[in-house]
């Protein structure tokens, strides 16, 4: 493979270009790039609402992520604290003396970014994964995903005006058009990849780690793949407004289609007096939502299939479906029950339907409740419905909801991520490959860089991130304080 | 395996438990180790030698070091800015809403430490992994190392009684006195594991990735191994000091019989009027090095055989091996060169040989120089050794010197690793398996933890670390400002 051998090279020399541009250079050419993606108007809108089905408002939502999402890492990068410098300075009379050192984070290298078909704009070529390794320093080569290879395309010519002008190595960013798996294979498993980003299915994901474990070198992939997102429902709350809650999810559940990984597509409750009330107003919802189009042809069949998979299972009992009209590539919202002992002991009920579909969990009690959320560990958020006598009942809470995924969502919705430093958007296996990471938030950056010290180097070969004056003035721990002063 | 089944069902209930103990809890239990190694007194540093063949002197030294790890992860917890507390407050009549999102880092679960045959006491069984692990939340589960096993046992009765007297969890730490590879692979493999500390040979850390890359849900594996360090003599340097630097680096190579990973094993320099200068010191002081017993047999025929290997290939020729004394278990500090030519084409050259070996490889030129140093990326450390002239005449030393290597040092040795916040034990593989984190330094426990995100929580089921009033009164990113204070 010739191309992806060039494609690696290029970004390696854009690598060492790059390496030379200052954190305002770097923080500018984020924010040129959000720029050129809103220069693009309605004809990127358009096209992107042609390849994937979604709505113009949503996509101009979307936009508005992506291009806030380029704005954050640019304030990070001025900010400038995310290198993590610790300086240790020396204690040249102590015995052995004691060298002065000094630490920083590095970009770790070229990176190959698989884009999502479900976030056109947020978590493709110009999306979170992108920002964040431009941001550590790293050049990007992006697999254009196939379902919107035309809306990828455009905003590669974004990247390239931003590119050229503010004048950075031109292969920084490079877009790969072949689509194929062997493509993909051949990316990851080139000597120069340095890291892998993804957002997709589980078996995708799993397929990149297989191809990353064949290599000689092991790199590092952050893969974001399945999630249910275990809602848990709390007496209490039940008690004062079941109702309200079952509107509020209704609405979580269709919204997109369902089409987010933080779609809730399981939730637990108790099978008290509350319960038939809950599913009452939810199953109304449900009968009222109106079906819309999904992204494309894969994922509308996939739905199907897995969601009437899932109906066949016994013990699973459908409880409603949209009765509005639906189309050809439409979605059907469903939800349906189980009890918490056929849950637990089907594992197929614990696999992602990827769509408005939402299975609610029976539990006689509360202590079924929590064996039915800790079996289900593994996720990218958990949503706990509760008032302060139900926390206060609950001990535990904290412990188990904080080992099931990276984000605990209280008395609200997943769906929704919100792009702040302290986003978690990440979980234990399978949510993500790797748990110490998150892809969306500030600290995605993280993903792509390692720590280097230097021992005694002469103050002039210093980064200026270690340099004693902190030319950058930013926050810094010396000597184990923090601090912003100089030395 | 029943043995280890119940090995890891006793560490997840004591992670369950050491959940709730507070930080300052956590460090009084770390001091509390240090204390107890050192009451073992004599007996213990006794044992070590008997069993590592290392002098008394060196063991107090690496005593030292273990205790002063310990109180360095206390310090750590203490201070508290570890856990990365980010805090971003809600925007109620944003449209959306801006939830509440406050993010730390949390303990992954039950840490396995396989211990490393050279250092007894700061990478064995109350080492620096055992050591971060504790401190980052997660139990341990120590393998003892079958070269000081006797060691082990008697570390670990330090560790019980700081256990004890500090009312810790009984399994917050176990000992697993079993030292087959099966026994290894089955703690890799158990799905309580949740990470893998390693220090050792290159072959150890594959075998390892490999047991990892079987399981079904991936854990991180942090394996520390082989390294070559290589040292750059800059010219200008020479032509000043090339005697001293000989001398300097003489010790350097037989410290410890050079039985560390930091050892330096491969020396660049540019063939000119200072390299015979350089050769002939280094040659005297090689000649006059006493060779003393290596850390067992196994270690000590490994030398001989990679050292013989490496002297046998075309185009390497002995230089000096030690004239002394010599016994049978002992090391025979040993130095050789190649020409750059022959050391790119020989891969086996760049293969550590672990001891008292350095290999001085001789160029033509600066730039023949900067090519066998970038050949050779993925090490510990890199030493350079240069002038102000020479760092001038060099405007890529830092690219090239931070893709070689995790630490550069400047003017001095590789070997002796400070224990300080600013350390970088670590480096691209195979130095490592994940450059992206340390082995030394307190931000080895990065490498057992991960961020969970709190939306909208209830102030009251918040950790201290992200009340409103910052209990812990520890540095936080609250609204993108560093701050300690309250919200």
Known sequence: MVAIDEVMQNAYQAFQSYKHYSPKQKADFLRSIAFEIEALGDTLLQQAANETNLPIERLKGERFRTTNQLHLFADMLLEGSWVEAVIDTAIPDRTPPKPDL??????????????????????????????????????????????????????????????ATNKMPQYIVQHVTDTSFEAGKNLVQHPLTAGVGFTGSLS??????????EREKPIPVFAEMGSINPVVLLP??????AEAIAKEYAQSIVLGMGQFCTNPGLILGIANEYMPVFLQTLSEQIEKAMPAPMLHKGIHDAYFNKMKNALAQKGVNLVQQSKQPINE???????????????????????????????????????????????????????????????????????????????????????????????????????????????????????????????????????????????????????????????
Chains 1, 2 share one sequence.
Not at 236 to 241: I, K, S, T, Y
Not at 337 to 360: D, H, K, M, Q
Not at 457 to 481: G, H, T
């Open 102 to 163: 000094r630490r920083m984070l590095f970009p770790i290298g070229p990176i190959i970014v698989f884009g999502a078909s479900n976030f056109p704009f947020a978590y493709s070529t110009a999306g979170g994964d992108t920002a964040s390794a431009l941001a550590a320093g790293c050049p990007v080569v992006v697999k254009a995903h196939p379902a919107h290879a035309a809306t990828s395309a455009m905003v590669f010519s974004a990247i390239q005006k931003a590119i």
């Open 204 to 213: 995708g994901g799993k397929a990149l780690m297989q191809y990353a474990a």
């Open 236 to 241: 209490n709350a039940m008690h004062e407004r």
């Open 329 to 487: 590539m439409d979605a059907l919202p469903t939800i349906a029950t189980v009890e918490a002992s056929v849950f637990l002991a089907n594992p197929l009920l614990r696999e992602e339907v990827f769509g408005p579909y939402s299975l609610i969990v029976q539990c006689a009690d509360l202590q079924e409740l929590l064996k039915v959320w800790k079996s289900v560990s593994g996720q990218l958020t958990t949503s706990i419905i509760g008032n302060k006598i139900d926390f206060e009942a609950l001990p535990e809470l904290i412990d188990i909801a904080a080992d099931v995924a990276g984000r605990l969502v209280f008395n609200g919705v997943p769906t929704g991520v919100e792009v702040c430093p302290a986003m978690v958007h990440s979980g234990p296996f399978p949510a993500c490959t790797d748990s110490r990471f998150t892809a969306v938030g500030i600290h995605a950056v993280k993903r792509w860089v390692r720590p280097v010290a230097f021992q005694n180097a002469p103050e002039a070969l210093l980064p200026s991130a270690l340099k004693n004056e902190n030319p950058l003035n930013i926050w810094r721990m010396v000597n184990a304080q923090f601090t912003q002063a100089a030395i």
